[in-house]
């Protein structure tokens, strides 16, 4: 599987672990940075990610920030991408199964490496249900507001 990898200042040091556990287990993973402590800003690095999955250029994204709150706030404003921020395995799982995401985000500072790496794990490891929620996830993109969103 081609997986795409993003992170912040705070989710580089999980970033990097998760980089080469998935590379150890034959996936193909293109690491988008950042890689070190410097402050950098997070929309930077979600979008990296965002435009890679939006273009088809990674299977599955993970990113990774202090709380994984910010980096899915801006992945998610592509509207090709389903970014859920999740916590545990069972949450990765189902959003894969009922939501079709294409995205996963974590967040360093409430997560450690085991933990991480389970819900990678659920996440990838799994398959989009579709049936009764394929009729769910086929009315997000009707949910973008057009240009006179604010007169309805």
Partial sequence: MRIALSADHAGYILKNELVHWLREQ?????DLGTSGPESVDYPEFGSKLGRVVAAGGADRGIAVCGSGIGIAIAINRFPECRC??????????LARTHNDANVLALGARLVGPDMAKACVSAFLGSDFAGGRHQRCVDQLPALLPDSDWWAA
Avoid: M
């Fill in 84 to 93: 859920a921020h999740v916590s545990e395995p069972l949450s990765a799982e």
């Fill in 26 to 30: 034959g996936h193909e993973v293109a």
